[in-house]
């Protein structure tokens, strides 16, 4: 059955410092979105992005963030300059259609020092 | 404010001991209602998709049901490999996000 995947499964980072996350959604859907769940919290969503332009982002996707399809396949999560609570799993999600399910990878946990 | 609240935070069962879970939301022009399982340290796993009051779904021992304020997912006699924590979700109209409950913990004893 076709997956997101998502590497790394674990970026320890130093605050300030720049990072990628990278997604390789479902190969045929078309809607691609990150969220993040921080420990003991709920899944919280940060972006969607639809037709290589962000279509939603939320409050938290603030100008420290970015994301970008840089080929057919990669999504990544930018984060310029990380800070401490910065901290959290982040999931990548994809669907065929914005009225379809999406689909979780299983995550990179950022972990900021 | 989109709200989804879950209840109970955390459920035990004993092996074969059915129960349901519950989710609420505060939203008017509910577009989708979603469940999902989420196993320790792994992304949320797509269950069932509800669109209307009245609808049901139904997955093994699991079955999803839709009123206009709640959802329940009900477990029949449940295994210890049901054990993971149940997600709710919701999207609106005009808008793709996803809003998430906090989870209901579900442990299946032996």
């Known amino acids: 059955e076709p997956e997101v995947t998502q590497t790394p499964s674990h970026q320890v980072t130093q605050m300030g410092q720049e990072v990628i996350l990278r997604c390789v959604p479902i190969s045929n859907h078309l809607y691609f979105y990150w969220y993040r769940q921080i420990l003991g919290q709920k899944v919280e969503f940060l972006v969607s992005?639809?037709?290589?332009?962000?279509?939603?982002k939320s409050e938290i996707f603030d100008d420290q963030f970015s994301v970008e399809r840089p080929d057919g396949s990669n999504f990544t999560l930018k984060i310029r300059s990380t800070k401490l609570e910065d901290s959290a799993m982040y999931f990548c999600?994809?669907?065929?259609?914005?009225?379809?399910?999406?689909?979780f990878g299983d995550g990179t946990r950022l972990s900021i020092l | 404010e989109d709200q989804v609240t879950q209840s109970p935070e955390a459920l035990r069962l004993q092996e074969g001991e059915s129960s349901s879970l519950n989710c609420s939301y505060t939203?008017?022009?509910?577009?989708?209602l979603f469940w999902y399982r989420q196993d320790p340290g792994k992304g949320p796993e797509f269950l069932f998709t509800l669109y209307s009051a009245g609808e049901e779904k139904e997955k093994e021992r699991l079955k999803a049901t839709l009123t206009k304020k709640e959802s329940f997912l009900h477990i029949t006699a449940p295994k210890p490999e049901d054990s993971a924590t149940y997600l709710c979700a919701r999207s609106r109209g005009g808008s793709e996000k996803l809003v998430f409950g906090k989870g209901t913990k579900l442990t299946v004893n032996p």
């Open positions: 992005f639809y037709n290589n332009e962000i279509s939603e």
């Open positions: 939203v008017s022009g509910l577009r989708g």
């Open positions: 999600a994809s669907s065929s259609d914005s009225n379809q399910p999406q689909h």
